[in-house]
Nanobody, 124 residues
Framework: QVQLVESGGGLVQPGGSLRLSCAASGFTLDDYAIGWFRQAPGKEREGISCISSSDGSTYYADSLKDRFTISGDTANNTVYLQMDNMKPEDSAEYYC?????????????????WGQGTQVIVSS
C-alpha cells in the first residue's frame, strides 16, 4: 500500500526555520518523484518544490528557491523540505505528493498519491 506521511509542521516565528519530512512506504523514491505543495486558507493548493531521487534533479518555485531546500534520503525513503527565513505568508497546510513526472511545476493533476498534510504557522 502506497503511503506518504508528513511531519515536522508547527508554529515558528518569522525568520525561523522548519524541516518537513515526507516518509514514503509501499514504493521507493526511485519509483516516483516527490513534490511538496502548500495550501493557504482561501487559496488554491500550489506546487512549490519537487525532487527526483533517482537522478537528484529538483525544482523550486522562483519565489522560494532562496529559502527552501528539498532533499531525498533513499536509505530512509524520506524526502525533506528545509524552510529557512520563514515569513508569515509561508503559513499553510503542506502536503507531499508522489508523481511519475520529472521535477517541474506540478499541478494537482500530476499527482498519483498524496500525504495527509502538516500545518505550518509562521507568527510572532
Amino acid at each position: 500500500q502506497v503511503q506518504l506521511v508528513e511531519s515536522g509542521g508547527g508554529l515558528v516565528q518569522p525568520g525561523g526555520s522548519l524541516r518537513l519530512s515526507c516518509a514514503a512506504s509501499g514504493f521507493t523514491l526511485d519509483d516516483y518523484a516527490i513534490g511538496w505543495f502548500r495550501q493557504a486558507p482561501g487559496k488554491e493548493r500550489e506546487g512549490i518544490s519537487c525532487i527526483s531521487s533517482s537522478d537528484g534533479s529538483t525544482y523550486y518555485a522562483d519565489s522560494l528557491k532562496d529559502r527552501f531546500t528539498i532533499s531525498g534520503d533513499t536509505a530512509n525513503n524520506t524526502v525533506y523540505l528545509q524552510m529557512d527565513n520563514m515569513k508569515p505568508e509561508d503559513s499553510a497546510e503542506y502536503y507531499c505528493a508522489a508523481s511519475v513526472y520529472r521535477p517541474r511545476l506540478y499541478t494537482e493533476g500530476d499527482v498519483e498519491h498524496w500525504g495527509q498534510g502538516t500545518q505550518v504557522i509562521v507568527s510572532s
